[in-house]
RNA sequence: GGGCCCGUGACUCAGCCUGGAUAGAGUGCCUGCCUUCUAAGCAGGAAGUCGGGAGUUCAAAUCUCCCCGGGCCCGCCA
């Protein structure tokens, strides 16, 4: 049986090439899925060249599809008015079904000389997640899958800002034998990170008082240069937060590699970053004028700063306080391995997948801090809201100042919209994440929670009761994954669960149920002693075994394509679409039926099983749980 | 003043980078299908000035320009 190339569409390619006489490139670029089932492939490489060579594009392709020597797997080739419709074999079909149903690897693309170093969701380590919070961790994490997938080399960074007034704000509550807060309504309410965030709301309002504000800006200041012992409690303070949230992540499937402080950096990094900026000559001290005594880049000779009325950004203020662009370019060399310098690190927890995470450290007196090889980046992704784009053209913009243009252009702002209400914006700070009787599901426990308990009255009663717990958190999850993970990220995305979660459709839950509905099948498969095996040469494929084989050969161009745009959404739709085609094939096909000869019965548990890789390779970067039943 | 994002059936979204065959899904609405591998499913129907206009092209939802509507950004703040 012929094998087709991985790479068959090159082959295709290199035969229209002989045969039109049009170079290779163009040949290449003709070829297209096409938009309805008319055919396997196609080109529309007469277009272009009936008004140079003057005569039609159907007597064209007419002529090309009377070619000889197309590539073995082509069955037939057609004319179809102006567009060249191509067939293939159906041993084509065996041998692309039978790779994915029979190898390990397949649907990952091969190992590239690529590490990525991705940062999200850097959330104030004081409060819970909120559904924003969770939007950016789903990305981060899903874009990690996603290029890991893609033969990239991923690490998932945390930046964990314990010098912010936020938590300031909240150590100073910690201090307060008056602090109250009122969590009775919360189900979460003893949550480290949720009873931070009830007690915010008690702390907000006293922040009004000037004495507050006060002594708050003493205790930033005092975390900021390290004053024990209120460095060490604001530290111990912030680890416990962030360990809170990260069950919240675990939840959601969200892991991480590495968490950076803002602290660690202040204390390691940032000086080797600030001299390696100001001898580069992309900074200058300012002597006059209204930046006087600031350290500033002057970025009007850099692409998009020229039309700019003010284009000079501050690193250094006149107080010698660095600002967050500062820190930020010093932060982005030491994630591409620019700086000598380093972070010494220590284990801050083992997670649920038994993946240690990794804190940086500055303390000398912890014993078992030590160099890891982390960072070092050829990419370096932020997930970050789309209103931090300009700050974010900033940080890319003084590396190109530098020299570091390889570098900038390598830097990617992955801005997603915010989540929005119906009535306006999350504000984190005004406390209506969680302010109100009627708020339920505004954090991202919340959420969990309640899709938790709508997919469990979805559940068939034959289920255990562990059975059924388990199976509601995995639908749940895909649920809310999918949802967020299915628009592209420049949309907003209003939250109204109620509406937009559903468990059918579109929908995280649809495709679990066609992975079930395969594995099932296979299981029964094997108790009746049958494997997958190639169906003979006489197998005739049916409309819906040949919808699938189509999907399983597009797969390595969509994972490839979305890879290289850093964008998951492509590979939801994919996956739907792959859940669709195998519930097609599902209804019209019988696999284990009596009447299907056993040969027939082990052809088409070979396409159950390339389905069932197929979906798999989707939920993999979608991060939805597998079930085997459901 | 300058810049970024969004605008596609009643609703929520793909498709735009790289122009190409009747613009795809889902929800909701209407009609069918469970004695047969899981109906969280399948088949079918009604429903679209692709925000508006001009341009480029054999061909525009897709590229260019102008305009309209909605959101965001351009601090020695954090």
């Given at each position: 049986m012929p094998i087709p190339s991985s790479d068959w569409q090159a082959e295709l390619a290199s035969s229209l090439s002989a045969i039109s006489g049009v170079d290779g490139q163009a040949a290449r670029r003709s070829l297209m899925a096409p938009s309805a089932p008319l055919c396997d492939w196609c080109?529309?490489?007469?277009?272009?060249?009936?008004?140079?060579?003057?005569?039609?594009?159907?007597?064209?392709?007419?002529?090309?599809?009377?070619?000889?020597?197309?590539?073995?797997?082509?069955?037939?080739?057609?004319?179809?008015?102006?567009?060249?419709?191509?067939?293939?074999?159906?041993?084509?079909?065996?041998?692309?079904?039978?790779?994915?149903?029979?190898?390990?690897?397949?649907?990952?693309?091969?190992?590239?000389?690529?590490k990525a170093l991705i940062e999200f969701p850097s959330v104030n380590p004081n409060k819970p997640w909120h559904v924003g919070h969770l939007r950016n961790a789903l990305l981060g994490d899903s874009l990690a899958r996603l290029l890991s997938s893609a033969g990239r080399t991923c690490e998932r960074m945390d930046y964990i800002d314990d010098l912010g007034l936020q938590v300031a704000q909240s150590v100073w509550g910690e201090g307060q034998k008056a602090a109250k807060a009122d969590a009775s309504s919360s189900p979460f309410s003893k949550?480290?990170?949720?009873?931070?965030?009830?007690?915010?709301?008690?702390?907000?309002?006293?922040?009004?008082?000037?004495?507050?504000?006060?002594?708050?800006?003493?205790?930033?200041?005092?975390?900021?240069?390290?004053?024990?012992?209120?460095?060490?409690?604001?530290?111990?303070?912030?680890?416990?937060?962030?360990?809170?949230?990260?069950?919240?992540?675990?939840?959601?499937?969200?892991?991480?590699?590495?968490?950076?402080?803002?602290?660690?950096?202040?204390?390691?990094?940032?000086?080797?970053?600030?001299?390696?900026?100001?001898?580069?000559?992309?900074?200058?001290?300012?002597?006059?004028?209204?930046?006087?005594?600031?350290?500033?880049?002057?970025?009007?000779?850099?692409?998009?700063?020229?039309?700019?009325?003010?284009?000079?950004?501050?690193?250094?203020?006149?107080?010698?306080?660095?600002?967050?662009?500062?820190k930020d370019v010093a932060f982005t060399l030491w994630k591409f391995g620019l700086l000598q310098d380093s972070f010494l690190y220590s284990p801050l927890l083992v997670q649920p997948n038994q993946q240690t995470a990794y804190e940086s450290s500055n303390?000398?007196?912890?014993?078992?801090?030590?160099?890891?090889?982390?960072?070092?980046?050829?990419?370096?992704?932020?997930?970050?809201?789309?209103?931090?784009?300009?700050?974010?053209?900033?940080?890319?913009?003084?590396?190109?100042?530098?020299?570091?243009?390889?570098?900038?252009?390598?830097?990617?702002?992955?801005?997603?919209?915010?989540?929005?209400l119906p009535e306006g914006r999350f504000s984190g700070r005004k406390g209506t994440w969680m302010g109100g009787e009627n708020s339920v599901g505004f954090t991202a426990d919340e959420l969990?929670?309640?899709?938790?308990?709508?997919?469990?009255?979805?559940?068939?009663?034959?289920?255990?009761?562990?059975?059924?717990?388990?199976?509601?958190?995995?639908?749940?999850?895909?649920?809310?994954?999918f949802w967020f993970l299915r628009p592209n990220a420049g949309q907003k995305i209003t939250f109204d669960y109620e509406k937009a979660l559903s468990f059918s459709g579109d929908s995280g839950p649809y495709i679990q149920y066609a992975y079930a509905r395969a594995s099932r099948i296979l299981e029964k498969g094997?108790?009746?002693?049958?494997?997958?095996?190639?169906?003979?040469?006489?197998?005739?494929?049916?409309?819906?075994?040949?919808?699938?084989?189509?999907?399983?050969?597009?797969?390595?161009?969509a994972l490839e394509s979305a890879a290289s745009k850093c964008q998951v959404h492509p590979i939801a739709d994919f996956t739907l679409e792959a859940a669709g085609k195998f519930n097609e094939f599902y209804t019209t096909t019988p696999v284990l039926a009596e009447e299907v000869s056993a040969s027939d019965k082990s052809?088409?548990?070979?396409?159950?099983?390339?389905?069932?890789?197929?979906?798999?390779?989707?939920?993999?970067?979608?991060?939805l749980p597998k079930l085997e039943r459901m």
């Open positions: 080109s529309n490489l007469a277009f272009s060249q009936a008004k140079e060579r003057k005569t039609s594009p159907a007597k064209l392709a007419a002529e090309w599809a009377k070619g000889k020597k197309w590539p073995i797997f082509v069955q037939k080739v057609e004319a179809a008015g102006p567009y060249l419709n191509f067939h293939f074999s159906p041993a084509f079909w065996s041998a692309i079904l039978s790779s994915a149903a029979g190898e390990k690897d397949w649907g990952l693309l091969p190992p590239l000389a690529i949550k480290l990170d949720h009873a931070l965030g009830w007690k915010y709301v008690w702390v907000s309002k006293q922040l009004e008082k000037p004495e507050v504000e006060t002594e708050v800006r003493a205790l930033l200041k005092q975390m900021e240069e390290g004053h024990e012992p209120v460095a060490s409690n604001a530290r111990h303070l912030v680890e416990q937060c962030v360990k809170a949230q990260y069950e919240t992540a675990f939840s959601f499937g969200i892991y991480h590699d590495v968490l950076i402080f803002e602290s660690d950096i202040v204390r390691t990094i940032f000086g080797e970053g600030l001299k390696k900026i100001i001898d580069s000559g992309a900074a200058v001290k300012e002597t006059s004028g209204k930046n006087a005594g600031c350290l500033v880049v002057k970025l009007q000779d850099q692409p998009g700063f020229a039309g700019m009325e003010n284009a000079d950004k501050i690193l250094i203020r006149s107080d010698g306080t660095a600002t967050y662009t500062g303390s000398k007196s912890k014993t078992n801090s030590y160099p890891m090889p982390f960072a070092r980046a050829q990419m370096v992704v932020n997930v970050i809201g789309a209103e931090q784009a300009y700050p974010q053209k900033v940080i890319s913009a003084v590396m190109r100042k530098m020299g570091y243009s390889k570098e900038a252009d390598a830097c990617i702002h992955l801005s997603y919209e915010h989540v929005v969990l929670d309640e899709m938790r308990k709508l997919a469990v009255e979805k559940i068939k009663p034959e289920y255990s009761e562990e059975q059924k717990l388990s199976i509601s958190q995995a639908v749940a999850v895909s649920a809310i994954r094997r108790e009746a002693g049958l494997l997958p095996a190639p169906p003979g040469s006489d197998y005739v494929f049916n409309e819906q075994e040949i919808g699938l084989a189509r999907l399983l050969m597009r797969w390595p161009h052809a088409r548990l070979m396409e159950v099983a390339a389905a069932r890789a197929l979906i798999g390779r989707g939920m993999d970067i979608l991060g």
